[in-house]
């Protein structure tokens, strides 16, 4: 008997659309740790390797074990792992195979660096669904430029070749900035020579500490839909999108997308929020356990409505923004106060693909 074979994209959607309606947190993600070996000038959180009030504040070995114990009972399937850098942490096997045998597709995001000969053969052997990697430039200039630590282009570089040797699940991604646009497409010719998926994103979002120098370096409205119409996969996937997007939600809810329905994300001080952008909402999972917060918590965030001059719901281009509560928290210190930047960038791209 035949067994029809379906994408993995395609099963997550079908598997999600079934799920909403009963409220079961299929996708989570947890950031280990907020320290990185690297000083990205864009980075939200990245706080110095060696910072030990930031190690002393982090879920210990035992606590993120029964934090996995408890979302697995509850139902989630995928599952990130991520950081600041995750690997700094000298527990992260132990905590990545744990979450293996949970039966998490699992997805890790690192820079990079710290791979060595006997991580590549680890993660061969106890294969992720995916290893994302952010090389952030195709040259040392411009890699380092951003990162802020000579000779990490190379380590980099190093990790992404031993991980491909043996044979390890590789996808390559950037964030795109003033300081790195004019390399894009030659990191998408380097990740095509390797056999490897890419992506980039072009939108920065504030530090969760409050401060704006990310957006320092943002691009304008005008070159990030300049970078799509320059990539021709991407035209496709916008047109494509711009013709089956639903429009305004016509709801009062101040939450309309997934977060705390079918998402839930993880800090590395066991604060637990809808989604990875809405920190602002959260429990403490120190106090208190998943499912009382899932259960009991998160209704309550999730039926916060929109003041009547909240214009998001009502407009046809809600889709196609990404405006969220989370993203004008950061951005404003205020959910319900639009972004302005991701207005414009999503007026420019419906007059340039519908």
């Not at 598997?15 to 990185?36: D, F, W």
């Not at 597709?105 to 995916?130: C, K, V, Y």
């Not at 106090?287 to 998160?298: A, L, N, Q, V, Y």
Request: proline share 5%.
């Amino acid at each position: 008997m035949a067994v029809p074979e379906i994408s993995i994209t395609e099963f997550t959607l079908r598997l999600n659309n079934q799920v909403l309606a009963k409220r079961l947190p299929l996708l989570g993600s947890i950031e280990l740790t907020h320290r990185c070996n690297l000083r990205c000038a864009h980075c939200y959180c990245n706080l110095p390797a060696s910072d030990e009030e930031a190690l002393e504040r982090e879920l210990d070995t035992e606590e993120v074990l029964d934090i996995l114990d408890q979302i697995a009972e509850a139902g989630c399937l995928w599952f990130l792992i991520t950081g600041g850098e995750p690997l700094l942490r000298k527990d992260w096997r132990d905590l990545f195979l744990h979450a293996k045998k949970k039966g998490f597709i699992t997805t890790l995001f690192t820079n990079g660096t710290l791979i060595t000969q006997e991580m590549a053969e680890f993660l061969a052997d106890w294969r992720p669904h995916s290893i994302e990697i952010t090389l952030y430039g195709a040259t040392r200039a411009t890699y380092e430029r951003i990162t802020g630590m000579p000779g990490s282009f190379e380590r980099c570089l190093r990790g992404i070749d031993l991980l491909l040797e043996h044979g390890a699940p590789v996808a390559l991604k950037t964030m795109v900035m003033t300081l790195n646009h004019h390399e894009v497409f030659q990191i998408k010719s380097y990740a095509e020579k390797l056999g490897t998926k890419f992506r980039f994103d072009p939108v920065l979002n504030p530090r969760l500490d409050g401060s704006r120098q990310p957006c320092r370096y943002r691009l304008t409205p005008e070159d990030v839909v300049a970078l799509d119409l320059a990539d021709e996969s991407r035209v496709t996937e916008w047109r494509e999108f711009c013709n089956r997007f639903s429009g305004p939600s016509h709801r009062d809810d101040l939450y309309v997308c997934g977060a705390g329905v079918s998402t839930f994300h993880i800090d590395p001080y066991g604060r637990m929020s809808p989604c990875e952008m809405a920190r602002h909402d959260s429990c403490d999972l120190r106090k208190g356990s998943f499912r009382r917060f899932w259960d009991e918590d998160f209704p309550g965030f999730l039926s916060v409505k929109a003041a009547e001059n909240y214009p998001c719901n009502r407009c046809e281009l809600i889709s196609l923004c990404g405006q969220c509560p989370g993203w004008a928290w950061l951005e404003n210190g205020d959910p319900q106060k639009p972004m302005e930047y991701l207005c414009k960038i999503a007026h420019l791209r419906a007059a340039a693909f519908r």
